[in-house]
């Protein structure tokens, strides 16, 4: 599985974004999706996460209420629509994709075996 994060971009606090991961290679349906962010000089953090069914998410309590993950199987493409954004939002975002069939093992990166080249969101204030 390849995967392609896109959809980033600069803009003011209180903007929305929607991020695309976009999968090529067959059976994406069955690998669960995550998104994880990375800001200068921090480690790479957990922000959501969808299963291979698409009925569960899962959220990082810093973006719960603002930011909405989604998959669309016909297009193979996971969705992270940014709402409400603030300038600690700023990093760098990428989505992961991996196996497990045990949703709260999908906030870690060890639950992932590909990963796309991350997408840059920038919030200024």
């Known amino acids: 599985v390849q995967l392609q994060a896109f959809g980033g971009g600069l803009v003011q606090a209180g903007d929305s974004l929607r991020l695309s991961c976009a999968a090529s290679?067959?059976?994406?349906?069955?690998?669960?999706v995550g998104w994880f962010r990375q800001a200068p000089g921090k480690e790479r953090e957990f922000v959501a996460s969808v299963r291979q069914n698409g009925g569960s998410t899962y959220y990082a309590d810093s973006v719960k209420g603002r930011l909405t993950i989604s998959r669309d199987s016909a297009k193979n493409t996971v969705y992270l629509q940014m709402n409400s954004l603030k300038p600690e939002d700023t990093a760098i975002y990428f989505c992961?994709?991996?196996?497990?069939?045990?949703?709260?093992?999908?906030?870690?990166?060890?639950?992932?075996?590909?990963w796309g080249q991350g997408t840059q969101v920038t919030v200024s204030s």
């Open positions: 290679g067959r059976s994406f349906s069955i690998y669960a």
């Open positions: 992961a994709a991996g196996r497990s069939p045990i949703v709260t093992t999908l906030r870690y990166r060890s639950a992932y075996d590909y």
